[in-house]
């Protein structure tokens, strides 16, 4: 489950980037490995198109941006913060 924090701040708009450090993601309901210590950085403004034959993989990346899912481990921060603590 994902947790909205009471004391999350409101991003209103991406000025340095995005980060994940090595995120793994499990599905919850079997615990099949989605990702599996993925690191990337996005600069604010940069476009990236995310490829790959493993759709499923592709969208697990995708559904944690907007906390649809947190990682299993791993850390994603916007702007050098933490995910968990905006909104």
Not at 23 to 33: A, F, I, M
Not at 43 to 64: F, M, P, Y
Request: aromatic share 6%; no cysteine; net charge negative.
């Amino acid at each position: 489950d994902v947790v909205t924090y009471p004391e999350a701040d409101f991003v209103p708009g991406i000025t340095r980037g995005i980060e994940f450090s090595d995120v793994t993601l499990r599905d919850p309901s079997e615990g099949t490995v989605l990702l599996d210590r993925v690191s990337l950085k996005i600069r604010a403004g940069q476009k990236v198109g995310i490829v790959g034959a493993d759709e499923i993989s592709k969208l697990a990346l995708i559904t944690l941006l907007p906390r649809w899912a947190d990682p299993t481990a791993g850390e994603i921060k916007i702007d050098g913060r933490s995910l968990k603590w905006l909104t």
